[in-house]
């Protein structure tokens, strides 16, 4: 059985970040494990622009941001196996995994990083009534089926739901050619980023339904139309707003799964609200040298984040192999508390002594606050009240947290993370 | 002209079309759609009765018991999978015990072997997850659970082996009666045989009325199920059914051999027999009446939902006979639950009667055993890693989350009546039946099928028909410069 320092699943935008950051961090074995015929994961069928402000300052095409990651990997000489699938990942680090050209075998390694990503929301899943024609397909599937494979799903699009890939996949069917005819979102607010709303909807005068869902499909063999009606507060049709629509082709943008098959398997703890592992300040899991990244830890809207998120892994993973396989005094765990707004926090706990200089915690909110605050207590203390203009849940929010600040207060106990109205 | 004209490749059909094998007959099924396993054979609850609820002495009792019995040496022979897990009939209401003593002295009566009632502690000790309303059950060790795409294809694939023609997406228009048989005009031209078995599920009315004075009438009863996903495998053990009573004839909890959990069906009669939609009430009751046996089913963990529509004949009884006014004609009649359990004993039931007519010689060249598809997550490593070693398509991954290989998806495509679908590939192998609904994978099994039949990738269909996964080039595709 070969063995390595690190390996990590998935080599995709935070498996290559993490891999990046733990070679500059001084391992020098590791191993990225990739299920696809490329690295790059699914930033390659993501051929439009828009990529890499933050981390770059330009704009970049998807294949282009993950190019960037992909040289890095090539340039420190960094191990990858192609066309490869992790079957299952004992709690003693023993990975099992196989392709065509080694077939079925096990590698021993120190320190995981799970960075698997998410897959999308099926039709099935979201309980659709109507008939199961050829036609019906997840974004990212007719994404991939149109800039990947070089087809087109169909010619006549309704969308429903406004997640990115759904506003993105808008853009493109219209560019090649199709006409889409509504997008339609259950949600009285948009799933996904303002930005791709004005570019990818209004710019092309596609209509945007808010409150609204598919309540039948029909075609017996291809698609031949959907109806649309308009939903009340609790998300249920309301009769007489029915709506019927012709069309060939149904795209699903309802929102993304982290893919955790493995990290059940392993038996990380799971956080209900993200589908994704609990993580600490060190992205590490319930599990010792198991860390997550990415949006297989939750899902974001932007790819730059990812790359933050995944370097800090990669560096706790270098930090746990370096230091004998743990991360140094555990001290106190504190929680994070997400209440009033806030869903989740990542990560969700913090040992203090274990975090770097500033720690930044992501989360989303549940609805739309206009003029509100952000606001951060230890124990009872405020220490962050922050006015956001706008907060939605499809822009993912953000706080730092000084560790000078946390060693100076007494008595930690907590720390709560909630949104205050004005 | 054939000797026998099987309408209909579903488990009747293809079990009929199994036991004739055995005969030196020139045999073809002839279906409408492009595969078999189309119909009522493919959207069902997937379970083996018991057949505690089939009233004493008629057919449809006498089919079922033989049907169990047969299922478990007919599943190794035919390498499909079957589960004997059980059965539990659950009594909400004191009031409704005398109806659940009832229940059970039809079982004794239908010779159910080994069936006794729980009282409510050992009904919660063997279920942990049941209902604290449930008071006490029916336990039928005989019950089981089995993959009915499985069971059927293996039966149609063992009779084309042994020399069964079939002849897919050929709808028969009207039945003749000539010299020496009948007559049968179809879309792709006529077909003449001495003997039909009609099989045809919700249109076996159609064909049967079309000979006989007599006339049949079988109501298309639509039921509407949910498939949830494998995490929940472990919710219950048994098949889980209701008492009928004033709740109607309820719902269903059941594991399935692949280890999701089924919840179903509704019933609901209506009179188009291709409306196969779902409904919002009907799913809604659905996962609303599951919760009755089992509270905690986990109604969000739905990866997907179906319908099939039941051939209920007015008389809620099989007919498998001889037609007295249309001598060499079949029926294969009225197969509603529980005809998928039952289907090995009618297979046998109908070639009886044909043998009867025809006699036959017996076929010398008969073989009854069929391999399926390898599953490699059944094989112990060291056998897996051999597979990749000789075919490396085994150790290429294409459905994720039913881990399905490429060795798998070529064996399904390229063996005797082979998939020309993505959903007679699902079918096969499972591939685009997990949780991700072939989100990842149907790019990839397109190309798969596109290559090995040969078929560009317009021409690949989710079912045959006009259900076309793609309909042309995107625009910048070098394809169409």
Known sequence: ?422 | MYDVVIIGAGVTGSSSARELSRYNLNICVIDKEEDVCCGTSKANSAIVHSGIDCKPGTLMAEMNVKGNELMEPLSKELDFEFKRNGSLILCFAEEDMPHLKELYQQGIDNKIPDIKILSKEELHEMEPNISDEAIAAIYAPSGGIVCPFGMNIAMAENAYDNGVEFRFNTEVRTIKKIEGGYELSTNNGSIRTKCVVNAAGVYADKFHNMVSAKKIHITPRRGEYCLLDKTTGGLVSKTIFQLPGKYGKGILVTPTVHGNTLIGPTADDHDDPESTSTTAQGLAHVCQAATRSVPSVPVRQVITSFSGNRAHEDNHEFIIEELSDAPFFVDAAGIESPGLTSAPAIGIKVADIVCGLLKPEKNPDFNGTRKGIVDPKKLSEEEYAKLIKEKPAYGNIICRCETVTEGEIIDAITRSLGAKSLDGVKRRTRAGMGRCQAGFCSPKTMEIIGRELGLSQLEITKNGGKSNMVVGYSKKSAQEV
């Open chain 1, 1 to 422: 059985m070969s063995s390595y320092d690190i390996v990590i699943i998935g080599g995709g935008p935070a498996g290559l970040a993490a891999a990046a950051s733990a070679k500059r961090n001084g391992i020098d074995s590791i191993l990225i494990l990739e299920r696809d015929s490329q690295l790059g994961g699914i930033l390659n069928q993501c051929i439009h622009n828009g990529f890499g402000l933050h981390t770059f300052k330009e704009e970049l095409t998807g294949p282009e941001y993950a190019k960037r990651f992909i040289d890095q990997v090539e340039e420190l000489k960094i191990e990858y196996k192609l066309n490869t699938m992790v079957m299952d990942i004992a709690g003693d680090k023993t990975i099992t995994a196989m392709n065509r050209t080694d077939g079925l075998f096990k590698i021993q390694a120190k320190a995981i990083v799970l960075a698997m990503g998410c897959r999308e929301r099926s039709r099935g899943a979201l309980n659709i009534p109507g008939f199961r024609p050829a036609g019906v397909y997840s974004a990212g599937t007719a994404q991939r089926l149109v800039n990947i494979e070089g087809y087109m799903p169909g010619r006549e699009v309704v969308i429903l739901g406004s997640g990115d890939i759904g506003l993105i996949m808008a853009r493109r069917m219209t560019l090649e050619g199709a006409k889409v005819k509504v997008v339609a979102e259950l949600m009285p607010f948009s799933g996904g980023l303002k930005r791709n709303i004005v570019q990818c909807l209004d710019d092309f005068g596609i209509p945007l339904k808010l409150s609204h869902t598919v309540v039948d499909i029909r075609g017996k063999e291809r698609l031949e139309g959907i109806t649309l009606a308009e939903v009340d507060n609790h998300g249920k049709p309301i009769p007489g707003t029915e709506e019927d629509y012709t069309c060939d082709t149904l795209l699903l943008s309802c929102g993304l799964i982290p893919e955790n098959e493995l990290s059940r398997g392993i038996g990380v703890d799971m956080n209900a609200i993200t589908s994704g592992p609990s993580v600490n300040e060190s992205l590490e899991t319930s599990i010792d040298g198991v860390f997550a990244c990415g949006n297989v830890l939750h899902v974001h809207d932007l790819v730059d984040f990812v790359s933050e998120e995944a370097a800090a892994a990669g560096k706790n993973a270098a930090k746990y192999v370096q230091n004998n396989c743990t991360m140094g005094e555990a001290g106190k765990e504190i929680p994070i508390i997400a209440t009033d707004g806030v869903r989740y926090t990542v990560p969700k706990t913090i040992h203090v002594n274990r975090m770097e200089d500033e720690l930044v915690v992501r989360f989303r909110v549940g609805a739309v606050y206009k003029n509100s605050y952000i606001t951060t207590y230890l124990n009872d203390k405020q220490i962050i009240h922050r006015k956001r203009p706008i907060m939605a849940p499809g822009e993912m929010e953000e706080i730092k947290l000084k560790k000078s600040e946390l060693e100076a207060f007494g008595g930690l106990e907590n720390i709560t993370v909630k949104i205050e109205e004005a």
